[in-house]
């Protein structure tokens, strides 16, 4: 594995690595939007910054777990819908208009890379700006379900906490008197349209990224410790059909021993630096 930490000289490799691979698979993480203000989960050790995330069951079993995540999402969510692309999604989209990039997965659920253009991407892990009923599927803007949150709990509107990944707030106050809104169709519980930690993904996002990633020539992961199985599962693949992996992240990720051109520099400069080589 060949390991670069300068930007200009990570740009001049990323850019061979792609002339030579120019049908390209791309991944990316929580890093390529920590620059519009949204957290990210992990250090550059692959470590949680901050407790795990709600989990499934939990939300779904239990009303206090509902009651504490959309407490927190009155703080949290209005920092992921108010985000703006930055330079990596711009970058990252004109890369997509430059090449042939037969499909981008992302693991994120801020929807910033379609904001900033991008036309063929996957939301591995769905999308937070939308909100689904788990018994009859009624579906609804995730901003209507944030409007009646703050309409019931006016006394919660209050606090200040600081923003934490997907939509969440480091908020630690008594959550029992919060009125946690239901489904206005069937009274059933609503949940972001996201994949919490111990759900599965949907099994066609993932056969449509496998499909994309076998006629393509290489693999490149932008800003993904790749902890993940959702993500990293692409990158075993790519190792068992014998397609180049590289890696723009800053810091350890889980496929290090399978990558073949790790590029631990900052996703921004790289990435511009690499298109002016390019273009």
């Not at 919490?196 to 076998?214: I, M, R, W, Y």
Request: hydrophobic fraction near 40%; charge should be negative; proline fraction near 5%.
């Amino acid at each position: 594995m060949q390991t670069i930490s300068n930007h200009q000289n990570a740009a001049l490799a990323l850019a061979e690595f792609i002339q030579q691979h120019p049908s390209l698979f791309i991944l990316t993480g929580a890093g390529v939007s920590t620059d519009s203000g949204i957290p990210d989960y992990r250090d550059e050790k692959g470590n949680w910054k901050r407790k795990q995330p709600v989990q499934h069951q939990d939300f779904m079993n239990s009303h206090a777990t509902r009651q504490r995540y959309w407490g927190r999402s009155l703080i949290g969510w209005p920092i992921i819908r108010d985000a703006q692309p930055n330079a990596c999604h711009q970058a990252l989209a004109r890369l997509e208009r430059l090449i042939h990039v037969p499909l981008m997965v992302t693991q994120n659920v801020d929807r910033l890379h379609q904001a900033a253009g991008s036309q063929k991407v996957i939301d591995l892990h769905g999308r937070s700006d939308r909100a689904i009923c788990m018994n009859c599927g009624f579906q609804c803007p995730r901003d209507e379900i944030h409007h009646r949150s703050a309409l019931l709990n006016p006394h919660f509107l209050h606090f200040i906490a600081t923003a934490a990944p997907d939509g969440d707030a480091d908020l630690e106050v008594d959550f029992s008197n919060f009125d946690v809104p239901d489904c206005p169709t069937c009274g059933g519980i609503l949940k972001p349209d996201v994949v919490f930690f111990g759900d599965n993904v949907p099994k066609q996002h993932v056969e449509t990224a496998l499909s994309a990633l076998d006629v393509s020539d290489a693999m490149l992961v932008v800003g993904s410790s790749l902890m993940v199985y959702s993500g990293y599962r692409f990158c075993k693949r790519a190792q068992e059909w014998n397609k180049p992996i590289a890696s723009l992240t800053l810091g350890k990720t889980r496929a290090d021993d399978i990558t073949h051109l790790k590029l631990s520099a900052r996703i921004d400069q790289t990435l511009m630096t690499t298109l002016a080589l390019m273009e």
